[in-house]
């Protein structure tokens, strides 16, 4: 069994809601947090159209995330491109909330 380290991420009142943020984990891993009003999503700050930041991106209907390049969609609870001109999943991650603060977990790759 692999176990895969949780890595604090933010702390939840630094998350504005439906408000993409870009945050560097311990790691080194950039990841776009999403906080709604039921829980926190992370995703990688990655485009797969054209590796830009998804985090200058808006979140123009519940759960989706749209990147401000090119207007590719994602559904950020499951990394599914709902509109192109991407064509790849986005990587997600798991997410925890412990208290106030934000942990980010295992990666996973579409
Ligand atoms: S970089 Fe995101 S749609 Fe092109």
Redesign the pocket.
Same mark, same amino acid.
């Given at each position: 069994m692999t176990v895969v380290q949780l890595q604090r991420a933010a702390r939840l009142a630094e998350l504005e809601m439906d408000l993409p943020t870009a945050v560097t984990l311990p790691d080194g891993q950039r990841v776009c947090l999403v906080r709604d009003a039921e829980r926190v999503y992370a995703v990688a700050d990655r %485009? $797969?159209?054209?590796?830009?930041a998804?985090s200058g991106g808006d979140i123009v209907a519940p759960c989706i995330l749209e %990147? $401000?390049?090119? +207007?590719?969609r994602f559904d950020i609870r499951t990394g599914r491109v709902v509109e +192109? $001109?991407?064509t790849d999943d986005l990587t997600t991650y798991t997410v925890r909330v412990v208290g106030e603060e934000v942990f980010v977990g295992a990666r996973r790759v579409p």
């Open positions: %485009c $797969p159209h054209r590796d830009f998804l %990147c $401000p390049w090119h +207007g590719a +192109g $001109p991407a």
